[in-house]
């Protein structure tokens, strides 16, 4: 294989059940494997929604695309609420509790600043206030 060149993947889904979803995750897997992602696990701690972790080695730090600061920002609060997750459910319930309204409950999305309150949340916590 030449040294530039991405290695392709090529993806099987056992599950879900559902035929017109399962043909779907396939081809979105093989199109991610045609662009050099390998499928590195699958968590299912949602088991409704199972998702794909995927990798791909990078040969430079040139392919590590710039973010704006929007996209940033939404990174860090998507991986916030991602490590929340870990959390027993009724200690993420009261940290939710305290840095979201109710109606940011409601919604699908973390408020901008997400990130940055759940931060504080702890912060807080650590000193006892």
């Known amino acids: 294989m030449d040294q530039g060149e991405m290695p392709r993947w090529e993806y099987r889904v056992l599950s879900p059940t559902d035929h017109a979803l399962r043909t779907a995750t ?9 662009e050099g992602w390998e499928l590195a696990g699958i ?6 929604h199972p998702r794909y972790v995927l990798k791909r080695q990078l040969v430079s730090l040139e392919q590590v ?9 939404w990174l860090r609060n998507v991986s916030m609420a991602e490590a929340l997750l870990a959390l027993p459910a ?6 939710l ?7 940011e409950r409601e919604t699908a999305s973390p408020p901008e600043d997400f990130h940055e309150r759940v931060l504080l949340y702890f912060a807080q916590k650590k000193e006892g206030t």
Not at 26 to 34: D, F, I, R, V, W
Not at 43 to 48: I, R
Not at 65 to 73: F, G, I, K, N, V
Not at 90 to 95: H, K, M, P, Q
């Open 97 to 103: 509790g305290e840095v979201l309204t109710d109606e």
């Open 43 to 48: 968590d299912t701690s949602l088991a409704e």
């Open 90 to 95: 009724e200690r993420r319930d009261e940290l």
């Open 26 to 34: 396939e081809e979105a897997l093989n199109e991610l494997g045609s």
């Open 65 to 73: 695309p710039d973010l704006d600061a929007e996209q940033e920002r």
